[in-house]
């Protein structure tokens, strides 16, 4: 959902977002095992560090660009993925690292189901994220003017709303949103500098399947995604799983190229 908010606002393709999604689990990681932060607390300060952080990369990089060119976008985030990458892997080594806590192993029983408890508050996240995000993009003065900027950048600019204050917010949550991403899935999967890769190319499967800068289409079509995963797991091996994603964006874009919930562009 960050990530198509970005290019819904600022129509900025952003490859590094993935390592900003590494930054928010590395952070969860370090403050879990050497403060001693619990979970929630944890979760909260990813969000907050995130948010200053996109505030700082608009600020720094994106203003430079923002509405100047989607090739410009392409290779300073490309870059930017490159540095922030190879940084982590300087000072964290490539060695996997899981974090340990008292809710680890704990387990909610829903019939004959066993589900882990962390994994149940990964996704009271992603849901509480969804409808805070929706909330704000349809019922509040900010959420108006960002939707303004989407649609018509010169139209919005022309009745009042400053597009660079509206893109600085944009991406600030943006990349908050992939900190806390990260915070709340670090205790389930391994902590490593290149976990983001994976992560970065599939989310942008699902931003083109769901209509690129349509965040309600995109969270539809991750849950859609990840249950048909899950489902085909059992019949086909998880190289041929991991698949499903690109040849469901690969089928979509030649049915439909502006996605399954995207509006055609008028030239």
């Known amino acids: 959902m960050g990530l198509s908010l970005i290019f819904g606002v600022l129509e ?11 930054l928010g689990a590395m952070g969860a990681y370090f403050l879990a095992t050497q403060v001693g932060v619990g979970y929630w607390p944890t979760v909260l300060l990813a969000l907050a560090g995130g948010l200053c952080i996109g505030y700082l990369l608009y600020e720094v990089l994106l203003v430079r660009i923002d509405g100047k060119g989607f090739e410009r976008s ?6 930017l993925s ?15 690292k899981m974090i340990q806590g008292p809710l680890t192993y704990s387990n909610v029983s829903l019939g004959p189901l066993q589900v882990p408890v962390l994994r149940l508050f990964a996704l009271g996240i992603g849901l509480a994220a969804f409808i805070a995000l929706f909330l704000v993009l349809h019922r509040t ?4 003017a960002m939707r303004g900027v989407a649609q018509n950048r010169e139209a919005a600019l022309m009745v009042g709303i400053d597009p660079r ?8 949550i943006g990349i908050g949103m992939s900190g806390l991403a990260g915070a709340a899935l670090a205790p389930v999967y391994a902590v490593h ?10 989310a942008f499967a699902i931003v083109i399947i769901g209509g690129l800068g349509n965040v309600s289409g995109a969270a539809i079509v991750a849950v859609a995604l990840g249950v048909l995963e899950n489902l ?3 019949f086909l091996p998880q190289v041929m799983v991991d698949g499903i994603a690109f040849s469901a964006m690969i089928l979509v874009l030649l049915v439909r190229p502006q996605g399954l919930f995207g509006r055609g562009v008028r030239v």
């Open 12 to 22: 900025i393709v952003n490859f590094a977002h993935g390592e900003f999604y590494m």
């Open 74 to 79: 392409i290779l300073l985030t490309l870059g």
């Open 82 to 96: 490159m540095v922030l990458q190879n940084l982590a892997i300087f000072l964290f080594t490539t060695t996997p």
């Open 141 to 144: 003065q900010v959420g108006k």
């Open 165 to 172: 204050a509206v893109s600085r917010l944009a991406v600030a």
């Open 193 to 202: 500098p290149l976990m983001g890769f994976a992560f970065v190319f599939k």
């Open 232 to 234: 085909i797991a059992g």
